[in-house]
């Protein structure tokens, strides 16, 4: 299993760059598939982005190609996700997930280790 805590959130301005990262406090980093969900109050869970095992290969929501970039250290067993050009729609806490194996799913239900999120502000 994989025990995880995510940091680099923050309140911004529209238009700069964050970048989060998750940490596992274990050894077993690398046989999970990880994934970045965000979620507002009031709202369900939205899939981000997902990269497997090896980092070779990774999979976003649809409207999250162009400024989100999801990549890992498997040596330092760190997951990140890139954001560029906030926009106040970004705005939701961050939690980032993992699931044993290489797995292809968005529904977060998929995933059973789940870090405590990390808030993401922007203003406009």
């Known amino acids: 299993q994989v025990q995880l805590t995510e940091s680099g959130g923050g309140t911004v301005q529209a238009g700069t760059s964050l970048r989060l990262s998750c940490a596992d406090s274990?050894?077993?980093?690398?046989?999970?598939?990880m994934a970045w969900f965000r979620q507002v109050p009031g709202k369900e869970r939205a899939f981000v982005a997902r990269?497997?095992?090896?980092?070779?290969?990774?999979g976003y929501a649809d409207s999250m190609h162009d400024r989100f970039t999801i990549y890992r250290d498997n040596a330092q067993s760190k997951l990140y996700l890139q954001i560029n050009d906030l926009q106040p729609e970004d705005t939701a806490t961050y939690f980032c997930a993992g699931a044993r194996g290489n797995i292809y799913f968005k529904d977060p239900q998929r995933y059973p280790y789940w870090g405590q999120g990390t808030q993401v502000t922007v203003t406009s």
């Open positions: 990269i497997e095992m090896s980092g070779s290969g990774a």
């Open positions: 274990g050894r077993e980093f690398r046989f999970h598939t």
